[in-house]
């Protein structure tokens, strides 16, 4: 009757509970009706804590020259190795002109990417070896059991109270061949109130030592070393696939490093060219400034009529507005790695400015200094001539791209290798040795063992496991067959068509470079051609221009028109003689990179040293030299005025004086007249309709780390002609320019 009554209790206070917690209560919560409220909480953005300190402190950067009016720059004659050597000191980041170091970061390469993938905690090889580690395994359980029974019989009581400690310690080791290694030590401890016990406590302990070797699937060395021991379908990461992945990483580092030295020349030879262009058009500038007087000096005279006037200040405005165009830029892209070639296809971006900051964001230097970098040598002249066989075998065996190509194949190769073996059935032998031991106590150094009848006396667990009494054994074997092999045979399936997509791509990319090789020896004849003819046109445009001046000079005035053509002419001619120059240099630097030779072209050498983790340089960064405070004795000129009167001219900072009266400084190059320096050179008794004699090089000359400085114009001139080795032929170029300067 009283167990009816807790029920029905029992019965009451569920009912309560559940009736209370069903029941609606106001929450006294209001809702806003306008949803716009909660619309800007959901659209409201939550930032981390995320802030990082700049890197670059923005007062450290000095504003562009084009900002400030102190006066002249100085000027660092740099030559290209030392470019290269400073932006190999200095940069980190594989940087590219294309902003994608802005736009797609991730996309970027480092100097560390080989090692963040030899150091990858799940694909790189020292995650492959830590599967054969050997690994300590430690257990500890401790129970307190307070139950009735219902077997007196079997139990040995009615009611189980019980502590139960049970200890366990391995050590697993797996093998190169698949074998698995245990050594495993055991402890239990049992202290209970069964009646049947022989004591109330008792150890009991054992040592094992167990194997597991695979004998079909997962067995073998080769296996394991492409696979790993714990290896599944598609899931292939051994030490010989972790290593290919780390050198296919160092291949991707390689072409990174290539691309970044090959924007370096061509960030340098853009500079070049923007202070040769400049250079022409300061001088047509100042030809057509010059005429602008004469002309005025002479109104009234023939020929000197005002529409005559005009046209000279025409063409004096419009090369003031080049000469300004040339200084400063354009910020469009410029020349830099695979824009339309590997190496790079010259687009001038025709200014100094531009150019030199570019260059200044390679090399690692402040963007904006107090001097500007201006090349310190001069296009090589040398006649480069490849023999086909011997490149084309280059080419293909050291491109870094073939590299990389090759070793993918291979690690498809060894993919597919490792998959068959998912074809066979798993058959393992086990085996297992145990030494057991047991006692009333766990360790006992006084017990004797046995007592005086000779019986044993189990008091101590460790002497009995020590006495090897008790020992025991196990062999066997374990089965298992998936019926239809239906994921291993599509494992292999899908690695025999990646194998053959690897090699389809491997057989394009050599025909891809064997192409891109031919267009780069054409591309490189072409240029030379090309800086030939225009080297001729040069010099009939600069002694047709001599020849009007002369004659203007001597009160003829009636060849103003062709006088201010010529002038235009020469400086076209002027330029694209040193474009052509410029596309030569550039055409030999492609034809290395087309072949892979442009390591040793550029004299660098690449170390693999994946143990420092390239976490930090091991080597002293050089200071870059301290850029100079400009002279406080240089004043800025004032850009001048727009009227009529040709004296009230006079040149910009940017520009020099009229020609009449060369100025030094400038952001221009040295003062080295083309006329001068390479008819002294390159000396021509007949027009360039002889086949030219080639001088076969495998390479360029050899740059020099410390180049001469340029010689001045008078000292050109002073020069007793010669034709040095490996400079183009005397028999090239046009006799008319000789005698014009001899003059």
């Given at each position: ?41 959901l ?36 030559p ?5 050597r ?41 995650a ?57 030590h055991?402890?239990?401890?049992d ?12 150890w009991?302990?054992?040592?094992e ?27 292939i990461n ?14 991707d ?17 853009d ?34 009529e ?130 057991r ?52 045979h ?51 445009a600069l002694?047709r ?54 390591k ?58 009229a ?29 360039p ?55």
């Amino acid at each position: 009757m009283f167990d009816k009554f807790l029920r029905v209790i029992k019965l009451l206070l569920i009912a309560s509970v559940s009736a209370a917690g069903c029941a609606t209560q106001d929450p006294n919560v209001a809702f806003h009706d306008d949803l716009r409220h909660y619309e800007d909480l959901l659209a409201a953005t939550e930032y981390g804590d995320t802030e990082t300190p700049p890197q670059i402190v923005n007062d450290s950067t000095p504003p562009p020259l084009a900002m400030r009016s102190n006066g002249e720059p100085g000027y660092w004659s740099m030559p290209l190795n030392q470019a290269i050597r400073t932006a190999l000191a200095n940069s980190d980041v594989l940087n590219d002109l294309g902003g994608t170091i802005v736009q797609t970061p991730e996309n970027v390469r480092t100097i560390k990417d080989p090692s963040i993938q030899e150091t990858d905690p799940r694909f790189g090889v020292a995650a492959a070896l830590s599967a054969f580690d050997a690994e300590l395994l430690l257990n500890g359980n401790f129970e307190k059991n307070d139950r009735a029974l219902n077997n007196r019989f079997l139990a040995g009581t009615h009611v189980l109270r019980q502590d139960l400690h049970d200890y366990a310690t391995a050590i697993r080791k797996k093998t190169a061949t698949g074998s698995e290694f245990t050594l495993r030590h055991t402890m239990d401890y049992d202290a209970n109130n069964a009646n049947g016990n022989l004591f109330g406590s008792a150890w009991d302990t054992a040592f094992e030592a167990e194997f597991r070797h695979p004998l079909l699937q997962g067995g073998g060395i080769d296996f394991n070393r492409i696979a790993g021991p714990n290896s599944a379908p598609g899931a292939i990461n051994g030490v010989v696939i972790a290593r290919i992945n780390t050198d296919m990483s160092l291949t991707d580092l390689e072409v990174g490093l290539r691309d970044f030295v090959s924007n370096v020349e061509n960030a340098y030879w853009d500079l070049y060219y923007a202070y040769r262009d400049l250079d022409a058009k300061r001088r047509a500038r100042d030809a057509s400034l010059k005429m602008w007087r004469d002309l005025s000096a002479k109104r009234g005279l023939p020929g000197a009529e005002d529409d005559k006037i005009a046209q000279a200040r025409e063409q004096y405005y419009r090369f003031e507005v080049e000469v300004q165009n040339a200084l400063s830029g354009r910020p469009v892209e410029g020349t830099r790695a695979s824009n339309d070639t590997s190496g790079g296809t010259f687009r001038a971006n025709g200014g100094v400015y531009v150019a030199e900051r570019r260059l200044r964001l390679l090399l690692g230097l402040p963007l904006n200094g107090d001097r500007l970098i201006r090349p310190g040598q001069e296009p090589s002249l040398a006649k480069a001539v490849f023999e086909w066989d011997g490149i084309v075998g280059e080419a293909m065996t050291r491109r870094a791209e073939l590299r990389r190509q090759r070793l993918g194949v291979r690690r498809r190769e060894l993919e597919l290798l490792a998959h068959k073996n998912f074809l066979r059935p798993r058959l393992d032998a086990v085996g297992l040795y145990r030494w057991r031991g047991f006692g009333k106590d766990l360790l006992d150094p006084t017990s004797g063992f046995r007592d005086a009848s000779g019986f044993r006396v189990h008091d101590d667990a460790f002497g009995s496991l020590t006495s090897g009494e008790f020992q025991e054994w196990q062999l066997g074997f374990e089965f298992s067959l998936p019926i239809g092999f239906r994921q291993a045979h599509s494992a292999v399936r899908n690695s025999q068509l990646a194998l053959a997509r690897e090699r389809s791509i491997l057989r394009e990319q050599e025909r891809q470079i064997i192409h891109d090789l031919s267009n780069a020896i054409t591309e490189m004849e072409r240029a030379y051609h090309v800086a030939q003819v225009n080297l001729n046109r040069r010099n009939a445009a600069l002694h047709r221009r001599d020849v009007l001046e002369q004659k203007a000079d001597e009160g003829n005035v009636t060849f103003v028109n062709l006088t201010l053509d010529a002038q235009q002419r020469l400086a076209s001619a002027e330029s694209d003689f040193f474009r052509s120059l410029v596309e030569y240099a550039l055409a030999v630097k492609n034809v290395h990179v087309e072949k892979g030779t442009w390591k040793s072209y550029h004299s660098i050498m690449l170390t693999e040293d994946i143990t420092a983790g390239r976490l930090g340089h091991g080597r002293v960064m050089p200071e870059p030299p301290a850029e100079p405070q400009p002279s406080p004795d240089i004043q800025p000129q004032p850009l001048g005025p727009t009227e009529a009167e040709p004296d009230a001219v006079e040149s910009t900072r940017a520009a020099p004086q009229a020609s009449e009266a060369p100025q030094s400084g400038g952001p221009g190059m040295p003062p080295i007249y083309v006329e001068a320096s390479l008819s002294d050179q390159l000396r021509s008794p007949s027009p360039p309709a002889v086949t030219p004699v080639e001088v076969h090089l495998t390479s360029p000359p050899a740059r020099s780390d410390d180049p001469a400085p340029m010689p001045s114009s008078e000292a050109m001139r002073d020069r007793s002609p010669e034709l040095e080795q490996g400079e183009l032929p005397a028999d090239l170029f046009d006799s008319a320019v000789e005698s014009s300067l001899a003059g």
